[in-house]
């Protein structure tokens, strides 16, 4: 990720502009796509060129006068392939032959979108479409990017809700969180260069107009790799279900089987057994372009859930929401996440939270938690696709045995024993994407129950955690009295113990129960409850500290990523030797600048109170030091 400093201009980098080759006062023709023709036919160009000049460029105004009788050329070329495709003489096409000229001209469009347009134009209501009207078509298709009248109105709407300046622009970021919202589970990589494709002008922001220009191509990426999809499965009259939903997992969708089931059954009628259920592993497709877009749409429509899974999420967000409120902070909605089994910190939930926030703050309704929690899923379907990526080093779509149990061992999938998940005689033999991603979705609704039964802790800090409540178990019982759990808060949380903050919240644990000594499971919930504590005022810190360094929750944001992505063992601390590393990803630091950041560095970390070896910078001392490394201006003295 290359450094751009929040809180001050980038560096302005003079921008090239591309134009036409020229020769003198003459110009090579660009292709007249470039001029907003979406069908260059080289036959027409040939034949327009050859009528206006015997040179290999044109002047200005030669150009001008081949765009015109270009599109006079395609005119009449597309009134002769209208001829043809109109059979029977009557002067009309039907909506399939209207789909298929389109493709032809390369201005293809979903059949729903198209039934919407014949609509529009058929002033007879039969369903066909003259010359006049397929000329609408193209002119409505080309005006509206090919998308519904009410696609269009929620896609103005969501532009609105993420231009936060109101600046009737959207920067990469905005537009990252803009398709987020509209449930895309595109990664940053491919966002950016959707954004830097449709940035018409290079000033790097999108417009409306831009904005929906860009959504058309995203629609478009997606509707290629469907297409690619149903081209290979036509080899079989059906597709299975086991196999759709595997594409769908393909497109970085994280959607349940009965999500999918829930989206077929808006789209076709759908077979069910005896008990009125339909199983979506055994079932066979007969599947259409269409209907898969409108499967893709229905998806994103409600975030991958179905009405029960959305009903579990209600009960989450209202378990770490007693009071009732309509927006929730971000230590709570970290705790409503451990409770689905998503175990992150402070940092990490903030940032997701940033990627659904249109205001960039650290509140969420329920809407934008059912975001966030998409957007967990499609993290974790990633990390375990990049990790079977990873351990499939001959690229033949399968992991062995051996292969598989060292991408668990990596992925976290082992039990408080140590153990691996289990597997069939078969999907130990040789387990594909699919198999793969099932194995650990299964392992991980497995140990759920005992996750919230150890109060979101992995198996390791409860291990650890009994150990130090062996140690302070004096008589050996499995109890340990309150004067005891004393010592342990000093051992595991020093610092808390000793800060002012704190001490109210220590004395109120431990004055909350007439019981003298607690058990192990009590012990868990009070260890939970202090954690919790922990967050709640290291978000309270951030927040004043974010204030009194005058940075937006944008800028703050934005640092927040670098400091995660510099924190690459998740210690939620840097050393200065990873804080140098960062900063050298951006511009190079000279022995005068290094002198200038140990000092701005240790300024910050002594400044604090923290004391470690090595010394490190947690999130607010990070800010610090990025404040005055922003003023320092190093960029602009290179």
């Known amino acids: 990720m290359q450094l751009q400093m929040p809180g001050r201009a980038a560096s302005p980098l003079k921008q090239m502009e591309v134009n036409p080759v020229t020769y003198g006062s003459r110009w090579n023709p660009f292709p007249p796509a470039n001029s907003g023709f979406c069908d260059a036919r080289p036959t027409v160009v040939q034949k327009v060129l050859e009528g206006l000049t015997k040179f290999n460029s044109l002047s200005k105004a030669e150009f001008y006068l081949f765009v015109c009788r270009f599109e006079a050329g395609l005119h009449e070329t597309y009134e002769f392939e209208f001829n043809l495709l109109d ?23 979903r059949r729903f979108v198209l039934k919407e347009l014949v609509q529009e134009v058929d002033d007879d209501n039969e369903g066909r479409v003259d010359l006049s009207g397929f000329r609408k078509i193209q002119h409505l298709i080309r005006k509206r990017e090919g998308f519904t009248c009410y696609e269009l109105d929620h896609f103005y709407r969501v532009f609105q809700r993420f231009d936060r300046d109101n600046s009737d622009s959207m920067s990469c970021s905005e537009f990252a969180n803009a398709l987020t919202w509209l449930g895309f589970p595109y990664g940053p990589e491919k966002l950016q260069e959707f954004h830097r494709q449709s940035d018409v002008d290079g000033d790097g922001q999108l417009g409306e107009g831009e904005f929906i220009g860009c959504l058309r191509r995203v629609l478009d990426e997606e509707m290629k790799q469907v297409e690619g999809f149903l081209s290979r499965a036509s080899r079989g009259a059906f597709v299975s279900g086991d196999r759709f939903k595997a594409f769908i997992h393909g497109l970085g969708y994280s959607s349940s089987p009965q999500a ?21 592993q055994d079932m066979k497709l007969q599947l259409g372009l269409d209907d898969v877009c409108k499967v893709l749409g229905a ?64 509140s969420l309704d329920f809407t934008m938690f059912v975001k966030v929690v998409r957007k967990c899923n499609e993290k974790d379907q990633a990390k375990t696709v990049e990790v079977f990526q990873d351990f499939d080093t001959q690229r033949e779509g399968v992991l062995d045995c051996d292969q598989q149990n060292q991408a668990l061992m990596l992925l976290n999938c082992v039990d408080a024993m140590g153990r691996l998940p289990y597997r069939s005689a078969s999907e130990m033999e040789g387990a594909d994407l699919r198999v793969f991603l099932g194995i650990v979705e299964r392992f991980k609704k497995s140990c759920l129950i005992t996750f919230r039964q150890n109060q979101g802790f992995a198996f390791h800090e409860v291990e650890e955690l009994q150990q130090l409540f062996r140690r302070f178990d004096r008589d050996q019982d499995w109890r340990i009295w309150k004067p005891e759990l004393v010592q342990v808060i000093e051992v595991l949380f020093p610092q808390e113990a000793r800060c002012r903050e704190f001490r109210p919240f220590l004395v109120q644990i431990l004055q909350s129960d007439e019981e003298l000594s607690l058990g192990f499971s009590e012990f868990l919930v009070i260890m939970r409850k202090i954690v919790d504590q922990q967050e709640q005022i290291e978000f309270v810190r951030q927040r004043l500290a974010i204030e009194r360094l005058g940075f937006s929750p944008s800028e703050a944001n934005q640092f927040r990523e670098l400091f995660i992505l510099a924190d690459k063992e998740n210690t939620q601390r840097l050393t200065l030797d990873q804080i140098r590393q960062m900063l050298c990803k951006s511009f190079p630091l000279n022995d005068t600048h290094m002198d200038q950041l140990r000092t701005i560095f240790h300024h910050a970390i002594f400044g604090t109170g923290h004391h470690s070896l090595p010394p490190t910078a947690g999130f607010i001392e990070f800010l610090q030091i990025m404040s005055e490394v922003v003023q320092m201006d190093w960029c602009s003295k290179l």
Do not use: Y
């Open 299 to 362: 998806l994103r429509a409600c975030d991958g859930f179905t009405q029960k899974e959305l009903r579990e999420l209600k009960q989450s967000f209202t378990f770490c929401n007693p009071e009732k409120q309509d927006q929730v902070q971000a230590p709570a909605i970290n705790r409503a996440l451990r409770w689905l089994g998503h175990r992150l910190s402070l940092q990490q939930t903030l940032r997701l939270i940033a990627e659904v926030d249109a205001d960039g703050g650290s």
């Open 87 to 109: 059979t029977c003489h009557r002067g009309s096409i039907d909506v399939l032959q209207l789909e298929q000229l389109l493709r032809r001209i390369g201005q293809p469009v």
């Open 260 to 280: 999918i089931l829930d989206a077929l059954s808006n789209t076709m009628a759908l077979p069910v057994d005896d008990s009125g259920q339909a199983s979506l």
